[in-house]
């Protein structure tokens, strides 16, 4: 009789159940997914500042650019005058 009544019923009344391993395998599966995450934004992180790096670079040398033609602007003047 208790043959035919497992056949019947459902596997979770018979079968145990580890919720602590269950619970261990949510827990790192949405850890991986919070890893997953962080590692891209630290790349639009990353892919920003190298942006940023470039345009400052870019500021530097227009400023230097600048100063340089002042610098020839003055340097022919006093050779013209």
Do not use: C, K, P
Not at 10 to 27: T, Y
Not at 31 to 43: D, I, K, P, V
Request: cysteine-free; charged content about 25%; aromatic content about 10%.
């Amino acid at each position: 009789m208790s043959g035919a009544r497992r056949e019947s019923g459902s596997r979770f009344l018979f079968d145990s159940f580890d919720a602590a391993h269950a619970r261990i395998e949510a827990n790192e599966r949405v850890m991986q997914e919070r890893w997953t995450a962080l590692e891209f934004r630290l790349g639009q992180i990353d892919a920003a500042l190298e942006r940023l790096e470039r345009r400052l670079w870019l500021g530097v040398y227009g400023v230097t650019a600048f100063l340089l033609a002042q610098l020839a602007e003055v340097l022919i003047r006093t050779a013209m005058g």
